[in-house]
């Protein structure tokens, strides 16, 4: 079984910055992806980006320029500058890949104010 524990979100005001961490724990398979999604209210779950093993990263469009992903082994960062309020939502750490290989954190509300 994988954990993943998140750090706290927070309020920040918007153009603000604010980093999140996600440490995964247990028996991990390797390859594999780390990542972040967010959920809004009365959205759905969405991609906000990704990094494998191998460092390869993918982002979605409208975080390009302001969120920067990164890890380190079984620990996964995500980055946030320039915050707008779209980006309120519960972001949720993600451990993939390889068969039967899909964990989540327990999620962690960002909220930034206009």
């Known amino acids: 079984q994988v954990q993943l524990v998140e750090s706290r979100g927070g309020l920040v005001q918007a153009g603000g910055s604010l980093r999140l961490s996600c440490a995964a724990s247990?028996?991990?398979?390797?390859?594999?992806?780390m990542g972040w999604y967010r959920q809004a209210p009365g959205k759905q779950r969405e991609l906000v980006a990704t990094?494998?093993?191998?460092?390869s990263t993918n982002y979605a469009d409208f975080v390009k320029g302001r969120f920067t992903i990164s890890r380190d082994n079984a620990r996964v960062y995500l980055q946030m500058n320039s915050l707008k309020s779209e980006d309120t939502a519960v972001y949720y750490c993600?451990?993939?890949?390889?068969?039967?290989?899909?964990?989540w954190g327990q999620g962690t509300q960002v909220t930034v104010s206009s």
């Open positions: 993600n451990l993939g890949g390889g068969i039967n290989q899909n964990y």
């Open positions: 247990g028996r991990i398979f390797s390859p594999n992806t």
């Open positions: 990094v494998t093993s191998g460092g």
